[in-house]
Every structure is written in C-alpha cells, then in structure tokens.
C-alpha cells in the first residue's frame, strides 16, 4: 500500500498516460521500455509499475478500445 502512494505523490502523470503504459505492458512491453519509448522517464516514480500491476486490467483494454470505435 505504501508504494502505491508513493507512486501516486511523486509520479506527474495524467491518467490517459498511465493507461498508455499499462496497455503497452499488457501488449508484452516492459515496464523500464514503455516509460522511455513514452519519454516520460523524468515524471515516473520507480514505484509507478507497482500501482500499474494493480490496475484493472480488462477496464484499460475496454476504454482503449471504445475509444479508437470512436
């Protein structure tokens, strides 16, 4: 729980990016590789891949999806 919000305080990201990294790590990216691919190396806490592997998974494919339908 607490690297979860030490994640959350020292990461500066939008919630739209931290959905782009879990999907591209469900899509079989590494965590280190979708944070530098991104160029948002700089505003992730090291703790971020914790909080990612907590995330409801199905809900970031689900939203990425009806959004490209759009």
């Known amino acids: ?10 990461s500066d990201l939008t919630w739209a990016e931290v959905a ?4 591209q790590i469900l899509q079989g990216k590494t ?10 190396s ?3 806490s090291p703790h ?6 907590i995330i409801d998974q199905e809900a970031i494919i689900l939203n990425r999806h ?3 339908k759009k």
């Open 1 to 10: 729980m607490i690297a979860i919000a030490i994640a959350y305080v020292e």
């Open 66 to 68: 009806s959004q490209h």
């Open 31 to 40: 965590f280190n590789t979708v944070v530098s691919e991104l160029d948002l």
């Open 42 to 44: 700089q505003r992730v």
């Open 48 to 53: 971020l891949s914790t909080l990612i592997t």
């Open 20 to 23: 782009e990294i879990s999907y």
